[in-house]
Protein backbone atom coordinates (compact mmCIF):
# COMPACT_ATOMS: atom_id res chain seq x y z
CA UNK A 1 0.00 0.00 0.00
CA UNK A 2 1.17 3.53 -1.51
CA UNK A 3 2.30 6.02 1.57
CA UNK A 4 0.02 8.60 1.95
CA UNK A 5 2.07 11.94 1.11
CA UNK A 6 2.25 14.68 3.46
CA UNK A 7 2.22 17.90 0.93
CA UNK A 8 1.77 21.14 4.11
CA UNK A 9 4.59 22.15 5.21
CA UNK A 10 6.21 19.99 7.81
CA UNK A 11 9.63 18.67 9.36
CA UNK A 12 11.44 15.66 8.65
CA UNK A 13 15.15 14.70 10.40
CA UNK A 14 18.07 14.26 7.69
CA UNK A 15 21.39 14.07 8.81
CA UNK A 16 21.48 14.71 12.45
CA UNK A 17 19.29 18.24 11.35
CA UNK A 18 15.89 19.18 10.85
CA UNK A 19 14.79 20.15 7.83
CA UNK A 20 11.66 21.95 6.28
CA UNK A 21 9.57 19.75 3.67
CA UNK A 22 7.13 20.95 1.24
CA UNK A 23 5.74 20.34 -2.00
CA UNK A 24 4.61 22.23 -5.41
CA UNK A 25 2.75 21.30 -8.28
CA UNK A 26 4.05 17.62 -7.53
CA UNK A 27 7.45 18.55 -6.41
CA UNK A 28 8.78 17.80 -3.21
CA UNK A 29 11.46 20.79 -2.19
CA UNK A 30 13.54 20.91 0.94
CA UNK A 31 15.08 23.75 3.42
CA UNK A 32 17.32 22.88 6.18
CA UNK A 33 16.39 24.81 9.70
CA UNK A 34 20.34 24.61 10.15
CA UNK A 35 19.59 23.19 13.79
CA UNK A 36 18.96 20.17 15.82
CA UNK A 37 17.19 21.09 18.52
CA UNK A 38 13.62 20.35 17.83
CA UNK A 39 11.75 23.57 19.38
CA UNK A 40 14.11 25.68 17.62
CA UNK A 41 13.35 23.67 14.36
CA UNK A 42 9.60 24.29 15.14
CA UNK A 43 9.94 27.90 15.93
CA UNK A 44 11.80 27.96 12.08
CA UNK A 45 8.78 25.89 10.82
CA UNK A 46 6.18 28.51 12.43
CA UNK A 47 7.95 31.67 10.56
CA UNK A 48 8.49 29.84 7.04
CA UNK A 49 4.71 29.09 7.18
CA UNK A 50 4.59 32.72 8.14
CA UNK A 51 6.03 33.79 4.85
CA UNK A 52 4.48 31.31 2.85
CA UNK A 53 0.66 32.64 3.70
CA UNK A 54 2.03 36.20 3.21
CA UNK A 55 2.90 35.55 -0.47
CA UNK A 56 0.96 38.33 -2.59
CA UNK A 57 0.30 35.11 -4.81
CA UNK A 58 -1.48 33.29 -2.45
CA UNK A 59 -4.28 35.07 -1.50
CA UNK A 60 -7.30 35.89 -3.72
CA UNK A 61 -9.93 38.98 -2.94
CA UNK A 62 -12.72 36.96 -1.90
CA UNK A 63 -9.63 35.65 1.09
CA UNK A 64 -9.43 39.32 1.58
CA UNK A 65 -12.83 40.69 2.13
CA UNK A 66 -13.24 38.19 4.00
CA UNK A 67 -10.66 38.78 6.88
CA UNK A 68 -11.46 42.70 6.20
CA UNK A 69 -15.60 42.12 7.42
CA UNK A 70 -13.60 39.53 10.36
CA UNK A 71 -10.99 42.37 11.32
CA UNK A 72 -14.76 45.13 12.00
CA UNK A 73 -16.82 42.49 13.71
CA UNK A 74 -17.24 43.88 17.05
CA UNK A 75 -15.99 47.26 16.18
CA UNK A 76 -18.30 48.86 14.08
CA UNK A 77 -22.58 49.29 15.10
CA UNK A 78 -23.69 48.76 10.83
CA UNK A 79 -21.59 45.50 10.24
CA UNK A 80 -24.26 44.35 7.68
CA UNK A 81 -23.60 47.64 5.96
CA UNK A 82 -19.99 46.64 5.39
CA UNK A 83 -21.36 43.25 4.33
CA UNK A 84 -23.77 44.98 1.40
CA UNK A 85 -21.28 47.18 -0.10
CA UNK A 86 -18.64 43.82 0.01
CA UNK A 87 -21.50 41.95 -2.26
CA UNK A 88 -20.70 43.63 -5.36
CA UNK A 89 -17.32 44.31 -5.11
CA UNK A 90 -16.93 40.11 -4.51
CA UNK A 91 -18.86 39.10 -7.66
CA UNK A 92 -16.69 41.62 -9.44
CA UNK A 93 -13.04 40.77 -8.09
CA UNK A 94 -13.49 37.64 -5.97
CA UNK A 95 -11.14 35.66 -8.53
CA UNK A 96 -8.36 38.18 -8.64
CA UNK A 97 -5.48 38.11 -6.80
CA UNK A 98 -4.61 40.99 -3.88
CA UNK A 99 -1.89 42.00 -5.73
CA UNK A 100 -3.93 42.61 -8.86
CA UNK A 101 -5.92 45.29 -7.71
CA UNK A 102 -5.51 48.52 -9.66
CA UNK A 103 -6.76 51.32 -11.44
CA UNK A 104 -7.86 50.02 -14.23
CA UNK A 105 -9.86 46.78 -12.48
CA UNK A 106 -11.53 49.93 -10.27
CA UNK A 107 -12.52 51.72 -13.64
CA UNK A 108 -14.08 48.47 -15.39
CA UNK A 109 -15.73 48.20 -12.35
CA UNK A 110 -17.39 51.66 -12.42
CA UNK A 111 -18.58 51.02 -16.12
CA UNK A 112 -20.04 47.79 -14.73
CA UNK A 113 -21.45 48.72 -11.70
CA UNK A 114 -25.28 48.62 -12.48
CA UNK A 115 -28.25 47.74 -10.47
CA UNK A 116 -31.85 46.51 -11.22
CA UNK A 117 -34.20 48.83 -12.56
CA UNK A 118 -37.14 50.26 -10.58
CA UNK A 119 -40.60 50.75 -11.71
CA UNK A 120 -40.69 52.65 -14.72
CA UNK A 121 -36.66 52.50 -15.50
CA UNK A 122 -36.17 50.51 -18.35
CA UNK A 123 -32.96 48.23 -18.46
CA UNK A 124 -29.90 48.22 -15.86
CA UNK A 125 -29.14 51.25 -13.92
CA UNK A 126 -26.14 53.04 -12.75
CA UNK A 127 -25.86 53.14 -9.13
CA UNK A 128 -25.92 56.66 -7.72
CA UNK A 129 -22.33 58.39 -6.85
CA UNK A 130 -22.69 57.49 -3.30
CA UNK A 131 -23.21 54.13 -3.39
CA UNK A 132 -19.89 54.07 -5.47
CA UNK A 133 -17.91 55.85 -3.21
CA UNK A 134 -19.12 53.56 0.01
CA UNK A 135 -18.02 50.69 -1.78
CA UNK A 136 -14.76 52.43 -2.78
CA UNK A 137 -14.11 53.24 0.76
CA UNK A 138 -15.02 49.24 1.56
CA UNK A 139 -12.46 48.52 -0.96
CA UNK A 140 -9.46 50.88 0.08
CA UNK A 141 -10.54 49.47 3.49
CA UNK A 142 -10.32 46.10 2.51
CA UNK A 143 -6.40 46.81 1.02
CA UNK A 144 -4.80 48.50 3.89
CA UNK A 145 -6.21 45.68 5.95
CA UNK A 146 -4.27 43.53 3.69
CA UNK A 147 -1.38 45.51 3.60
CA UNK A 148 -1.37 46.00 7.58
CA UNK A 149 -1.56 42.13 7.76
CA UNK A 150 2.10 41.77 5.65
CA UNK A 151 0.35 40.81 2.64
CA UNK A 152 1.16 43.54 -0.09
CA UNK A 153 4.35 45.63 0.24
CA UNK A 154 1.97 48.69 -0.13
CA UNK A 155 -2.10 49.42 -1.15
CA UNK A 156 -2.62 50.02 -4.62
CA UNK A 157 -3.13 54.07 -5.71
CA UNK A 158 -6.64 54.27 -6.68
CA UNK A 159 -8.58 57.43 -7.06
CA UNK A 160 -11.66 57.96 -5.84
CA UNK A 161 -14.68 58.63 -7.33
CA UNK A 162 -16.14 62.16 -7.02
CA UNK A 163 -18.80 63.28 -4.21
CA UNK A 164 -22.40 63.10 -5.23
CA UNK A 165 -23.86 66.46 -5.07
CA UNK A 166 -25.38 67.09 -1.48
CA UNK A 167 -29.55 66.64 -1.71
CA UNK A 168 -31.61 69.98 -2.41
CA UNK A 169 -34.63 68.25 -1.58
CA UNK A 170 -36.72 68.64 1.57
CA UNK A 171 -39.35 68.50 3.46
CA UNK A 172 -41.11 71.93 3.76
CA UNK A 173 -42.68 72.13 7.24
CA UNK A 174 -46.20 71.95 6.16
CA UNK A 175 -45.40 68.60 4.61
CA UNK A 176 -44.11 67.26 8.02
CA UNK A 177 -47.06 68.19 9.53
CA UNK A 178 -49.37 66.30 6.72
CA UNK A 179 -46.77 63.35 7.14
CA UNK A 180 -47.20 63.01 11.30
CA UNK A 181 -50.72 63.44 11.17
CA UNK A 182 -51.50 60.77 8.61
CA UNK A 183 -49.33 58.06 11.03
CA UNK A 184 -52.24 55.25 11.92
CA UNK A 185 -50.00 53.05 13.68
CA UNK A 186 -48.31 54.15 17.36
CA UNK A 187 -44.47 52.74 16.85
CA UNK A 188 -44.81 54.70 13.27
CA UNK A 189 -45.90 57.89 14.84
CA UNK A 190 -43.66 57.83 17.69
CA UNK A 191 -40.60 57.25 15.20
CA UNK A 192 -41.98 60.48 12.84
CA UNK A 193 -42.32 62.90 16.11
CA UNK A 194 -38.88 61.70 17.21
CA UNK A 195 -37.47 62.38 13.49
CA UNK A 196 -39.12 65.67 12.55
CA UNK A 197 -38.41 66.69 15.95
CA UNK A 198 -35.24 66.06 16.89
CA UNK A 199 -33.13 65.13 13.47
CA UNK A 200 -31.81 61.97 14.60
CA UNK A 201 -30.46 59.23 12.72
CA UNK A 202 -33.00 56.07 12.35
CA UNK A 203 -30.89 53.73 14.07
CA UNK A 204 -30.45 56.33 17.15
CA UNK A 205 -34.39 56.40 17.05
CA UNK A 206 -34.81 52.40 16.78
CA UNK A 207 -32.08 51.87 19.74
CA UNK A 208 -33.58 54.60 22.33
CA UNK A 209 -34.98 52.84 25.70
CA UNK A 210 -37.17 54.66 28.13
CA UNK A 211 -34.48 55.13 30.21
CA UNK A 212 -32.57 57.45 28.33
CA UNK A 213 -35.64 59.90 27.97
CA UNK A 214 -35.32 61.90 31.25
CA UNK A 215 -38.75 63.78 32.21
CA UNK A 216 -37.33 65.51 34.96
CA UNK A 217 -34.67 67.67 32.57
CA UNK A 218 -36.75 67.02 29.43
CA UNK A 219 -33.89 65.43 27.86
CA UNK A 220 -33.72 62.32 25.47
CA UNK A 221 -30.01 60.82 25.56
CA UNK A 222 -29.67 59.61 21.78
CA UNK A 223 -26.33 57.42 22.94
CA UNK A 224 -26.28 53.84 23.68
CA UNK A 225 -24.58 53.17 27.28
CA UNK A 226 -22.56 50.28 25.58
CA UNK A 227 -22.04 51.33 22.56
CA UNK A 228 -18.61 52.53 21.17
CA UNK A 229 -18.22 55.97 20.39
CA UNK A 230 -17.53 56.50 16.30
CA UNK A 231 -18.10 59.40 13.95
CA UNK A 232 -21.66 58.86 13.78
CA UNK A 233 -21.87 60.95 16.93
CA UNK A 234 -25.74 60.77 18.96
CA UNK A 235 -27.07 63.75 20.83
CA UNK A 236 -28.51 64.53 24.16
CA UNK A 237 -31.38 66.59 22.69
CA UNK A 238 -34.04 68.80 24.31
CA UNK A 239 -37.81 67.69 24.28
CA UNK A 240 -40.04 70.51 22.70
CA UNK A 241 -43.43 70.58 23.84
CA UNK A 242 -45.22 68.63 21.08
CA UNK A 243 -43.06 65.95 21.15
CA UNK A 244 -43.16 65.83 24.79
CA UNK A 245 -46.83 65.17 24.44
CA UNK A 246 -46.67 62.69 21.83
CA UNK A 247 -43.91 60.25 24.01
CA UNK A 248 -46.01 61.00 26.75
CA UNK A 249 -48.73 58.93 24.76
CA UNK A 250 -46.49 56.64 23.83
CA UNK A 251 -45.37 55.31 26.86
CA UNK A 252 -48.70 55.15 28.30
CA UNK A 253 -49.56 52.45 26.02
CA UNK A 254 -46.02 50.87 25.77
CA UNK A 255 -44.99 47.51 27.59
CA UNK A 256 -41.13 47.33 26.51
CA UNK A 257 -38.32 48.60 27.00
CA UNK A 258 -38.29 50.43 23.38
CA UNK A 259 -39.59 53.50 23.02
CA UNK A 260 -40.14 52.50 18.74
CA UNK A 261 -41.83 49.22 19.84
CA UNK A 262 -44.56 46.79 17.66
CA UNK A 263 -46.14 44.33 20.45
CA UNK A 264 -43.46 44.70 23.25
CA UNK A 265 -40.58 44.11 20.86
CA UNK A 266 -37.74 46.78 19.14
CA UNK A 267 -37.99 47.37 14.92
CA UNK A 268 -34.23 46.41 14.08
CA UNK A 269 -34.70 46.65 10.34
CA UNK A 270 -36.21 50.19 9.88
CA UNK A 271 -39.65 51.29 8.54
CA UNK A 272 -39.21 52.14 5.13
CA UNK A 273 -42.22 50.32 4.03
CA UNK A 274 -44.57 51.74 6.63
CA UNK A 275 -42.83 55.37 5.83
CA UNK A 276 -43.62 55.13 2.19
CA UNK A 277 -47.18 54.37 3.07
CA UNK A 278 -47.31 57.58 4.94
CA UNK A 279 -45.89 59.60 2.67
CA UNK A 280 -48.36 58.45 -0.14
CA UNK A 281 -51.08 58.95 2.43
CA UNK A 282 -49.79 62.44 3.16
CA UNK A 283 -49.77 63.15 -0.55
CA UNK A 284 -46.27 64.00 -1.09
CA UNK A 285 -45.11 64.53 -4.59
CA UNK A 286 -41.84 62.93 -4.47
CA UNK A 287 -40.58 59.94 -2.30
CA UNK A 288 -38.21 60.49 0.77
CA UNK A 289 -36.90 58.35 3.28
CA UNK A 290 -36.42 58.45 6.72
CA UNK A 291 -32.59 60.07 6.37
CA UNK A 292 -35.20 62.81 4.17
CA UNK A 293 -36.16 63.57 7.73
CA UNK A 294 -32.43 64.80 9.35
CA UNK A 295 -31.72 66.79 5.79
CA UNK A 296 -34.86 68.50 6.21
CA UNK A 297 -34.44 69.27 10.16
CA UNK A 298 -30.83 70.68 9.27
CA UNK A 299 -32.45 72.68 6.29
CA UNK A 300 -34.86 74.13 8.55
CA UNK A 301 -32.37 75.45 11.43
CA UNK A 302 -30.40 76.81 8.52
CA UNK A 303 -33.63 78.88 7.19
CA UNK A 304 -34.21 79.88 10.80
CA UNK A 305 -30.45 81.00 10.86
CA UNK A 306 -29.62 78.76 13.99
CA UNK A 307 -26.15 79.18 15.14
CA UNK A 308 -23.82 76.60 13.32
CA UNK A 309 -22.52 75.41 16.69
CA UNK A 310 -25.96 75.03 18.14
CA UNK A 311 -27.47 72.90 15.49
CA UNK A 312 -24.28 70.99 14.93
CA UNK A 313 -25.03 69.80 18.46
CA UNK A 314 -28.14 69.34 18.07
CA UNK A 315 -28.18 67.03 14.92
CA UNK A 316 -24.95 65.66 16.00
CA UNK A 317 -23.33 66.28 12.75
CA UNK A 318 -19.86 68.25 11.82
CA UNK A 319 -19.62 72.21 11.79
CA UNK A 320 -18.09 71.71 8.52
CA UNK A 321 -20.80 69.51 7.32
CA UNK A 322 -23.88 71.98 7.97
CA UNK A 323 -21.51 74.92 7.06
CA UNK A 324 -20.92 72.90 3.57
CA UNK A 325 -24.32 71.77 2.54
CA UNK A 326 -26.87 73.36 4.02
CA UNK A 327 -25.71 77.44 4.53
CA UNK A 328 -27.35 78.02 1.04
CA UNK A 329 -30.59 77.16 2.55
CA UNK A 330 -30.35 80.58 4.44
CA UNK A 331 -31.47 82.94 2.09
CA UNK A 332 -30.52 85.77 3.59
CA UNK A 333 -26.46 85.33 4.71
CA UNK A 334 -25.45 87.09 1.85
CA UNK A 335 -27.83 89.59 1.43
CA UNK A 336 -25.49 92.29 3.38
CA UNK A 337 -22.75 91.45 -0.17
CA UNK A 338 -25.76 91.99 -2.06
CA UNK A 339 -26.88 95.39 -0.88
CA UNK A 340 -23.69 97.03 -0.95
CA UNK A 341 -21.91 95.80 -4.34
CA UNK A 342 -22.04 98.21 -7.17
CA UNK A 343 -19.96 98.64 -10.37
Not at 12 to 17: N, W, Y
Not at 22 to 51: I, N, P, Y
Not at 239 to 268: C, D, F
Amino acid sequence: MPRIRNEIPHLERRRGKYYIVWWVSGKRHRLSTGTEDEALARQALADFERMQEKQPLKMLMSDAFARYLESRRGKVSALQRLQEAVVPLEKAMSHLRVDQIEQRIWDQYVVTRVRKPRKGEEGPVSVSPGTLRREFNVLRATMRRVWKDGFLLRPPEIEPPRDSAPRDRFLSKEEARRLLDVCETQHVRTFMAIALFTGARKGSILALTWDRVHWKTGLIDFQEPDRPITNKRRAVVPMTRILREELEKAQSTANGPYVVQWHGKPVPTGLRWSFAKACARAGLTWKPTPHHIKHSVASWFAMDRVPIDQAADWLATDPLTLRRVYRKFDPSYLRSIADGFEL
